[in-house]
Nanobody, 124 residues
Framework: QVQLVESGGGLVQAGGSLRLSCAAS????????RGWFRQAPGKEREFVAA????????YYADSVKDRFTISRDNAKNTVFLQMNSLKPEDTAVYYC?????????????????WGQGTQVTVSS
């Protein structure tokens, strides 16, 4: 059974940093595009960042550009989200996802597998 396991969430003060990790159980996922999404209470799940299968292309939501960095270690089937200069509006459950394709996409319906989510809370 496919598993995506996120870790690294927690409580941080505004201006602080967190690093999320998402480990995949399937070795084939090392060739697939990976994404991070987030969902705040009462809101739709929204795109945060994505990285291509090779790691050569990345894409970010405007709200996190220049603050967040997505990266991947294909040898470990793991993708990371480094989050700096965190703001209270970044508070949400963060989900990693796998798309069965190499190209970056930004909508939830283009991703095939999802993790269980990890809570990020930024206090003001």
């Amino acid at each position: 059974q496919v598993q995506l396991v996120e870790s690294g969430g927690g409580l941080v003060q505004a201006g602080g940093s967190l690093r999320l990790s998402c480990a995949a159980s399937e070795r084939t996922f090392s060739n697939y595009a990976r994404g991070w999404f987030r969902q705040a209470p009462g809101k739709e799940r929204e795109f945060v960042a994505a990285i291509s299968g090779s790691g050569g292309s990345t894409y970010y939501a405007d709200s996190v550009k220049d603050r967040f960095t997505i990266s991947r270690d294909n040898a470990k089937n793991t993708v990371f989200l480094q989050m700096n200069s965190l703001k209270p509006e970044d508070t949400a459950v963060y989900y990693c996802a796998v798309r069965k394709g190499r190209v970056v996409r930004t909508t939830t319906d283009e991703y095939d597998y999802w993790g269980q989510g990890t809570q990020v809370t930024v206090s003001s």
